[in-house]
Nanobody, 127 residues
Framework: QVQLVESGGGLVQAGGSLRLSCAASGRTFSSYAMGWFRQAPGKEREFVAAISWSGSGTDYAASVKGRFTISKDYAKNTVYLQMNSLKPEDTAVYYC????????????????????WGQGTQVTVSS
């Protein structure tokens, strides 16, 4: 079991930046691929970004590529999502997710692949 806690959400103007954090606790000595998803009101939860356990692989949704960056700090058991050039359409609750993997290169963009989820953090971008 791993527990995930997101932080860093808030209200920002269009064009601004935020950095989300996802702190993992519990069985963090295991290998986990990590991902960020978001869900706007009335919409399905959608993929934003993913990073492999080794950190060697990343993947992004087309809508955020070039603006968002996912990274991880092994020493702090924390995954980050740096969000730049934010747009009103980025407004959503952002969720961190984890999936135990057997190797360093796995990463997933399908929310059904993830077993562990955080509680979410609200990001609101005003126009």
């Amino acid at each position: 079991q791993v527990q995930l806690v997101e932080s860093g959400g808030g209200l920002v103007q269009a064009g601004g930046s935020l950095r989300l954090s996802c702190a993992a606790s519990g069985r963090t000595f295991s290998s986990y691929a990590m991902g960020w998803f978001r869900q706007a009101p009335g919409k399905e939860r959608e993929f934003v970004a993913a990073i492999s356990w080794s950190g060697s692989g990343t993947d992004y949704a087309a809508s955020v590529k070039g603006r968002f960056t996912i990274s991880k700090d092994y020493a702090k058991n924390t995954v980050y999502l740096q969000m730049n050039s934010l747009k009103p359409e980025d407004t959503a609750v952002y969720y961190c997710a984890a999936q135990q993997v057997s190797g360093g290169g796995w990463l997933f963009s399908n929310k059904l692949e993830y077993d562990y989820w955080g509680q979410g953090t609200q990001v609101t971008v005003s126009s």
